[in-house]
């Protein structure tokens, strides 16, 4: 299955929404996805796994996940005890004001969580209770709908941020980042050497050899961790790279196609619109105009 667009159905002059203490169950999540707008989750109660990239995450209570947008990810809640969580979905130059302070931004704690690929925060007491009391307002404004109310979110929204970065810097500077425990070691160095040269030739075949594993045994375990196959999360990876290309450079199409690993601009231009629905200039334009 290869990784599907989250839709939004919100205001679209105010690309911020939250979905307030959702029970979460197997059944009905999404399968592998990946959207444009910033996200944090953070787990009320329940336990399960989150696949957020290329690593795997045991969730808890009081833990809150950082996903910057077009990150491939999918929950597994554990059925016997479903996740209750609270999931906050916003456009980033809606809170990416001007800083006055070089040295700080608001959406600080995704940069570091893309660069260093740690997506999950353990959060201490004081930390559990502000995110609470954060979220808890917001779902009040967001309900209410107040005068005001959209700089309300704005302003409760960039002071947790506020208090989550703070946190990080301060951890950052106490400890190295470690990577997460979940999931056999030759599948981490699998994923992380398609994450950073997803432009090269990666056939089940030649990931499998690498890994020392038998190709069924690469393919089942592949499958089991990402619910994709290879080629689905090659390409899924491939265009993600197109879309920082497309935002970030001003080369042209052929020359993107051709950096992401694709032989022809065709095949390009078409697994780029079934994964996100737009022609790349129709995203670039879209990008540009935001």
């Known amino acids: ?162 208090q989550i970065n703070r946190f990080i810097r301060s951890v950052k500077e106490r400890n190295p980042v470690g990577e997460p425990g979940v999931g056999p070691s030759w599948m981490k160095d699998v994923l992380r050497n398609i994450d950073e040269h997803p432009e090269r030739e990666n056939s089940l075949a030649r990931l499998a050899e690498k890994a020392n594993v038998s190709a069924p045994h690469f393919s089942r375990v592949f499958r089991q961790l990402t619910t994709m196959n290879v080629t689905q999360y090659v390409n899924a990876k491939r265009i993600i790279l197109a879309k920082e290309l497309l935002v970030r450079s001003d080369q042209n199409i052929i020359e993107i196609s051709e950096q992401c690993g694709y032989e022809t601009p065709t095949h390009f231009y078409r697994v780029f619109k079934a994964l996100t629905g737009l022609t790349p200039n129709k995203y670039r334009n879209n990008q540009t105009n935001m």
């Open 1 to 162: 299955m290869k990784p599907i667009r989250k839709p939004f159905f919100g205001d679209p002059l105010f690309p911020f929404e939250l979905a307030y203490k959702t029970v979460k169950k197997q059944i009905n999540e999404l399968p592998d996805h990946l959207h444009d707008r910033y996200e944090l989750v953070y787990i009320h109660q329940g336990k399960g796994v989150f696949f957020i990239d290329n690593n795997w995450y045991e969730k808890k209570q009081g833990d809150l996940f950082i996903i910057p947008g077009n990150t491939i990810h999918h929950s597994l809640p554990h059925n016997e005890d479903p996740i209750v969580s609270s999931a906050l979905f916003f456009a980033p130059p809606l809170l990416a004001m001007e800083p006055i302070d070089d040295s700080y931004h608001n959406l600080l704690c995704f940069d570091f969580a893309r660069k260093k690929r740690a997506y999950r925060i353990e959060q201490p007491q004081y930390l559990i209770s502000v995110t609470e009391a954060a979220l808890e307002q917001i779902h009040q404004e967001l309900e209410d709908k107040k005068t005001g109310y959209h700089e309300a979110v704005k302003l409760i929204t960039c002071q947790l941020l506020l």
